[in-house]
């Protein structure tokens, strides 16, 4: 069973506008991170927040963490064509030993 | 550094045969982990090993099985194919695998059709 549940499933907008992406889950983690997946492919870490972190930025990448509502967010800013891809959450849940995906979100940036 | 890789890219096997897929981790990291991921199921975590140790398995029929050498390459093999395993398999690759700062490095995959 998934771990995160990403919301929304798939996400269009236009170049240069903010994307925002969440990401639930169930169970306390030592860690949450995201990843992208272009068509197919595989995965490319974007970043990594872990429990005790609230905030982390890297680049256009702004990652929310709030344990309390085991939730997290991803916001790219100033979105490119180049941001078209699938955005997946995964959790490092305590005790697991493995990391958990959400199903992902399905980015598109309208040029 | 050289990132992860993985043979082959594409596979096209029928129900009934089996088949085994190769991963070379990053050097230096000796935590490899596979995944399946499916438009139904989405990322399945499959197994990880560490130091040529199974170290942790997903819900996944013995089917599916792997092993790691001394290199820290990996394979993972499935008998008795079945349509349902037809899959986009991940490998990724960590260099400790259980640190709560441990990024794990994703290879391309391989795309499985089991016809």
């Known amino acids: 069973s998934q771990q995160g549940e990403e919301d929304p499933q798939a996400l269009s907008i236009q170049e240069g506008e903010n994307a925002t992406m969440n990401c639930s889950y169930k169970?306390?983690?030592?860690?949450l991170q995201w990843y992208r997946q272009n068509s197919g492919r595989g995965l490319v870490h974007l970043i990594l927040?872990?429990?005790?972190?609230r905030e982390k930025h890297s680049g256009r990448l702004r990652v929310t963490l709030d344990t309390s509502k085991k939730s997290s967010s991803l916001l790219i800013t100033a979105s490119r064509a180049a941001d078209t891809a699938s955005y997946f959450c995964?959790?490092?849940?305590?005790?697991?030993?493995?990391?958990?995906f959400g199903q992902g979100t399905r980015l598109t940036i309208n040029p | 550094k050289a990132g992860v890789t993985q043979t082959p890219r594409y596979l096209i096997k029928t129900r009934g045969q089996q088949v085994t897929l190769s991963c070379s981790p990053i050097?230096?990291?000796?935590?490899v982990s596979w995944y399946q991921q499916t438009p139904g199921q989405g990322l399945q975590f499959l197994f990880e090993?560490?130091?040529?140790?199974?170290?942790n398995k997903g819900n996944f029929p013995g089917r599916f099985s792997g092993r790691q050498f001394s290199n820290s390459r990996s394979e993972m093999n499935v008998s008795t194919l079945e349509l349902g395993d037809s899959a986009l398999y991940l490998c990724?690759?960590?260099?400790?695998?259980?640190?709560?700062?441990?990024?794990?490095?994703f290879g391309p995959g391989t795309r499985l059709t089991v016809l």
């Open positions: 169970t306390s983690i030592n860690n």
């Open positions: 927040i872990r429990s005790n972190e």
């Open positions: 995964a959790t490092d849940a305590k005790g697991a030993q493995k990391l958990v």
């Open positions: 990724a690759s960590s260099f400790l695998g259980r640190d709560d700062t441990d990024t794990q490095y």
């Open positions: 090993y560490f130091s040529e140790t199974q170290r």
């Open positions: 050097s230096g990291h000796r935590s």
